[in-house]
């Protein structure tokens, strides 16, 4: 293996050179990786760790079919966007393929922040209104455009809320305001934002756009209730602004049953502007926004144009047109909804033995685990969620916890994580929880103890403080550290 540096030598020239906010998953102890392959990460001692979080590596990590592709043409040809080259209209062609009709103009970015950047300069330009209805927890990217609406960001900082920006409840039935004993929690999510919206123009505001990630990530895995997107997207077009599904972290078949996150929420609802990254180039940097050709016109009616240097250059598209072949020819789509579910009964059996589990939610290979102290309280876990994650590093399984209380265990692998994959990550979970509850004094519940039945989970807080005083960053401030994972360099600095 080749290693410029020791891993200390790399941590002193990083604490050097790299800015300071630029931090590393568990940056007490980091991991220091090497090499890849598939769904597999390797340290510089050779130790094997299996990725659950790296939704970049879409297809697996060094794919020897995208590295081939790359290759070739680099070799070949890679070069400013302005001259014509075959790869950018063969690529948009294959994309556009994928989505509704609608769909059809693309814009070729190289990150998920320019991506997300360009969708709000066409939907302000489309209408000539500007405000913009986002949702609570919500992260789109980390330029200053992208800061102001995401309140993942803008809440945990000293950067008050724009006049323009307007924060929805998230969607979530298990901690939000409506939750799944309610009738109907979509078009009551969905009556929140028709009430945001009459609010706005009370005072004189128009709404230029809503977005949303099609599920959403950083906000805790969360998947919105059936029909809520179709019901927001009346409300926002009937005041006159355009639905932006936001499928960064999502797209490309994670869902399994589609190939966008957007479309699980039925075929009757179509998005006016789609953004895409991270998972698009395997790792490579390409992303892209796709539109309407009404939009698209509206936006050439400005009279400036578009142009960026890099995005849909030949190298990226080649890259991208290799992801799609090797999506397609091994059956990723499939893989993600059998192996997924697969995944969530798993899961779920361990929901039954653990009472920090409180609950389970995802789609094909986008999957959270809520942790409890209290199931009928709901009471977040977030020191122990953060514990969670050391234990299984050490297990060389590599999680992240996130959500508005940092207690959700994400798991979105690669998507050619295999059924061996989940039994080995469950297992080790199981032994993980196992020791906690045990060492703080938690009841595990029998295996065929009912899934609804609610039970309170024993804390004692000398036992957890104990438990978790070795854990390192345990009490850190949440807005420079979260449970001991880079916020910006990995799972969202990386995805835009």
Known sequence: MCELYSKEATLALRGKHIGPSC????????????????QYMFDERGRRYLDCINNVAHVGHCHPEVVEAAQKQMALLNTNSRFLHDNIVAYAQRLVATLPPQLCVCYFTNS???????????????????????????????????????????QKGKDDQKEFVHVAPAPDTYRGKFREDHADPASAYAAEVQGIIEDAHRRGRKIAAFIAESMQSCGGQIIPPADYFRRVAEHIRGAGGVFIADEVQVGFGRSGRHFWGFQVHGEDFIPDIVTMGKPMGNGHPLACVVTTRE????????????????????????????VLDVIEKEDLQGNAIRVGNYLTELLNKQKAKHTLIGDIRGIGLFIGIDLVRDRERRTPATAEAQHVTYKMKEKQVLLSADGPHRNVLKIKPPMCFTREDAEFLVEQLDGVLTVLEESIGTQTEPANSSENTLHRTKMPE??????????????EDASRRRNGVCVHCMTKGSRR
């Open 23 to 38: 931090t590393v998953f568990f940056a007490e102890d980091p991991v220091k990786i090497v090499r890849a392959g598939r």
């Open 112 to 154: 998920g922040s320019e991506a997300n950047d360009l969708a709000l300069r066409l939907a302000r330009r489309f209408r000539g209104r500007h405000d913009v209805i986002t949702l609570e927890h919500a992260y789109h990217g980390h330029l200053s455009s992208l800061i102001e609406i995401s309140p993942y960001k803008f």
């Open 295 to 322: 939009i698209a016109e509206a936006f050439h009616g400005s009279g400036m144009e578009y142009f960026n240097t890099f995005g849909g250059n030949p190298v990226s598209c080649a890259v991208g047109l290799a």
């Open 462 to 475: 000398e036992a957890l403080r104990e438990l978790l005083r070795g854990t390192p960053d345990s009490t």
